[in-house]
């Protein structure tokens, strides 16, 4: 039986700390609002049935954005299995809320949880995620801290005291996508859920509730996008990869 592999993207934040106009999601990006890109980026993996999975998208959003971004993959992906289904009030439900939209999947096959405001991400990093999944249960695209990290006590003044100095060498930075077997991020939702958890990231939710997490090699460049800065960081990282005229299929 073929196997399946389902892209989970949430994209359904409230981008509030982007500020007053357009959702952060629709913001353009060198002539492509910011899920576009994303979904153009996973298209590719897609269309080429990379390691012979068959591929679905499941684009958790929102009542206000459903009918833009249908129109969108209309357009755009008209060969693309997508399946949309409406966000939650965190990332947490929201993804849960997703895994929920998903039919037919077997224990053994594959979930990707991507944000869709990654627009930056490569076919070698979500190739990379895949591949490390023949191997290991849990696996996450991520980079190693470059900056030097502070541990810190917030002091009753709300003065903020350095108690230490970590090495760095120990630390990593989680990107998205994370990989699981659809039953076990199932089960960590499933748990999650019912013990009241909210995690920001869902390989959390894996070192919670038992299972190992390894790393694959991410890119600095896969940002996300949040703030108005974000945006032109994107613009001149798309730049730079000549990447600049407007999405085409």
């Not at 012979?52 to 129109?71: E, M, N, P, Q, W």
């Not at 939209?101 to 991507?114: F, Q, Y």
């Not at 903020?160 to 630390?171: C, E, I, L, Q």
């Not at 894996?206 to 032109?232: F, Q, R």
Request: proline content about 4%.
């Amino acid at each position: 039986m073929e196997r399946k592999c389902y892209f989970l993207i949430p994209a359904a934040g409230s981008g509030t700390r982007m500020g007053a106009g357009l959702p952060k999601l629709m913001r353009n990006v060198e002539g492509s609002p910011v899920i576009l890109r994303t979904l153009g980026a996973v298209s590719e993996v897609c269309r080429n049935g990379y390691a012979g999975f068959s591929y679905r998208i499941i684009l958790v959003t929102t009542h206000d954005l459903i009918d833009t971004l249908k129109a969108m993959c209309m357009e755009y992906f008209p060969d693309l299995d997508i399946v949309f289904a409406f966000g939650g009030n965190t990332r947490t439900e929201s993804v849960c809320l997703g895994l929920k939209a998903i039919e037919g999947a077997s224990g053994d096959d594959l979930v990707l949880v991507h944000d869709g405001a990654r627009c930056l991400i490569t076919y070698e990093e979500i190739t990379a995620c895949i591949d490390g999944l023949k191997d290991h249960t849990v696996c996450a695209s991520a980079v190693p801290v470059k900056n030097t990290l502070k541990e810190v006590e917030v002091m009753a003044s709300g003065e903020v005291k350095v108690t230490g100095t970590p090495d760095r060498s120990r630390f990593y930075e989680i990107l998205t996508p994370q990989g699981f077997k659809y039953s076990d991020i199932k089960m960590c939702y499933e748990r999650a859920a019912s013990d009241g958890i909210e995690a920001t990231d869902d390989t959390a939710l894996a070192t919670i509730y038992g299972l190992d997490v390894y790393l694959t090699k991410g890119l600095y460049s896969n940002l996300k996008i949040t703030t108005p800065e974000d945006i032109a960081i994107a613009s001149e990282i798309v730049r730079s990869r000549g990447e600049s005229e407007p999405f085409h299929d």
